[in-house]
C-alpha cells in the first residue's frame, strides 16, 4: 500500500485505550476544520468538523476540541480500536470553494 | 447517494510519457471538484480545483494540466512527466462553500 506513514509523527496505543492527536494550524483566519482518517493505499475520510465559532465538538467515539487561542485542533478518540490505525489529517478552510489546507500526518498505531 | 470514482488505481509510466487521470462524480450536480497528490510521508497538496465545466484553477506550477470537459467528469494530464510527478493523486469533490471534501480511492503513479 501508499506508504503515507514513512517520516510521520507517530502515536503508540493499547487498545481501549483514549487517544489524542493533535494538530496546529497556521491561519487565525481560517473558519472551518476537518479531521480525515487515511487508511494506507485509500483515500481520507471524513472523521469529524467544526467550525470557528465553536470550541467543541462530539461524534461516535470521536470528539474535536478547537482552541482558536492558540491555533491548535485536537481529535480525541475514546476507546481505541486495532481498526482505528490510520493516519490522521488535520485540514483547515480559509480561501473558500473548500480548498482545504491539510497538516502533514499523525500516524496512529493501536495495538491489540 | 453520492460516489467518487478515479482511475487508474495504480500506474507505472516511463519519464516524458503522457498521462491522463480521470475522476467522475456521480449523485451529486454541480460539485466543486479538486486534484490533490500526496507524496509519500507528506500532506496533501492541491493542484487544481473547479467550481463549474471548463473553470479550473491552479493553486501551483508544475508539469499538469487540468480539465472538466463535463459537469460531474474531472481530469488531471500530462503531456510529459517527470521523475518528481511519482505520487498518489486523489480527487475530491465538495458541494459546499467551506464544506466537507469527499475523497477517490486514489490513483498511484510511478514514473521511471
New interface residues.
Given amino acids: 500500500g501508499?506508504?503515507?506513514?514513512?517520516?510521520?509523527p507517530t502515536l503508540s496505543v493499547q487498545e481501549g485505550d483514549n487517544s489524542i492527536i493533535n494538530c496546529a494550524y497556521s491561519n487565525s483566519a481560517s473558519?472551518?476544520f476537518?479531521w480525515?482518517k487515511q487508511e494506507s493505499?485509500?483515500?481520507?475520510?471524513?472523521i469529524i468538523?467544526i467550525r470557528s465559532n465553536m470550541d467543541k465538538r462530539q461524534g461516535q467515539r470521536v470528539t474535536v476540541l478547537l482552541n482558536k487561542t492558540v491555533k491548535h485542533l485536537s481529535l480525541q478518540i475514546a476507546a481505541t480500536q486495532p481498526g482505528d490505525s490510520a493516519v490522521y489529517?488535520c485540514?483547515e478552510?480559509n480561501k473558500?470553494?473548500?480548498?482545504?489546507?491539510?497538516?502533514?500526518?499523525t500516524m496512529l498505531l493501536v495495538s491489540p | 447517494s453520492q460516489t467518487i470514482h478515479q482511475w487508474p488505481a495504480t500506474l507505472v509510466q516511463p519519464v516524458g510519457s503522457p498521462l491522463s487521470l480521470e475522476c467522475t462524480v456521480e449523485g451529486t450536480s454541480n460539485p466543486n471538484l479538486y486534484w490533490y497528490r500526496q507524496a509519500a510521508g507528506r500532506g496533501l497538496q492541491l493542484l487544481f480545483y473547479s467550481v463549474g465545466i471548463g473553470q479550473i484553477s491552479s493553486e501551483v506550477p508544475q508539469n499538469l494540466s487540468a480539465s472538466r470537459p463535463q459537469d460531474r467528469q474531472f481530469i488531471l494530464s500530462s503531456k510529459k512527466l517527470l521523475l518528481s510527478d511519482s505520487g498518489f493523486y486523489l480527487c475530491a469533490w465538495s458541494s459546499l462553500i467551506a464544506g466537507e471534501l469527499f475523497f477517490g480511492e486514489g490513483s498511484r503513479l510511478t514514473v521511471l
Avoid at chain 1, 506508504?3 to 510521520?8: A, E, N, T
Wanted: hydrophobic share 30%; net charge negative; no cysteine.
Fill in positions: 501508499e506508504s503515507v506513514g514513512l517520516h510521520l473558519d472551518y476537518i480525515y493505499g485509500k483515500g481520507p475520510q471524513f468538523d489529517f485540514a478552510n473558500g470553494y473548500s480548498t482545504l489546507t491539510f497538516g502533514k500526518g
